[in-house]
């Protein structure tokens, strides 16, 4: 068990490079998005000292790169040079918002980012493989099923990036 910090509760988590992204979702504030490599076991990438302190409970284990990013976030996943965050949040519609790739700032606000695809409500992971964006929709659940008010996703939907995602 590791404890991670910053980030109280994993709202998401994506795997890239060696590393893993794990993030806090926040409705009315910025969430916190954490990047902690992994070695090549799929664990913690950490000096001697910090696993000693890890695997005793004695520490919080600090991340390699720390970002503020929008609020209402639900899912990360990359794809070639950008990084993709689902926003979402009760029955308005949700977004795909997509960035330039890890930037400098550590900061990823909804202003900023260089497009921003509308969705059905309910939102939630998405992934990227090859040239499809994979996407999960809370709205499947059984508390959302009988309610006639909201659009209902109740399969995963592949998406086609090259068609979805502006060059820019």
Not at 3 to 21: C, K, M, P, V
Request: no cysteine.
């Amino acid at each position: 068990m590791v404890d991670l910090g910053d980030i109280r509760e994993a709202s998401f988590i994506t795997y890239h490079n060696q590393a893993l992204y794990i993030g806090f979702f926040s409705v009315n504030h910025e969430g916190v998005l954490n990047k902690y490599l992994v070695d090549s076991n799929g664990t913690f990438d950490l000096d001697v000292d910090k696993q000693v302190a890890i695997s005793s409970g004695n520490n919080d284990t600090d991340p390699e790169q720390a970002y503020k990013i929008t609020n209402k976030i639900q899912g990360i996943t990359f794809y070639e040079e950008k990084i993709l965050f689902s926003q979402s949040y009760g029955p308005d519609k949700s977004h795909i918002l997509v960035f330039n790739d890890l930037n400098k700032e550590h900061l990823y606000l909804e202003k900023d980012s260089v497009e921003k695809i509308e969705t059905p409500p309910y939102l939630e992971q998405i992934y990227a493989d090859k040239d499809s964006l994979y996407t999960i929709f809370e709205s499947a659940t059984e508390i959302y099923r009988t309610r006639e008010d909201i659009t209902k996703v109740d399969h995963v939907l592949q998406l086609n990036l090259k068609k979805l995602i502006k060059e820019k």
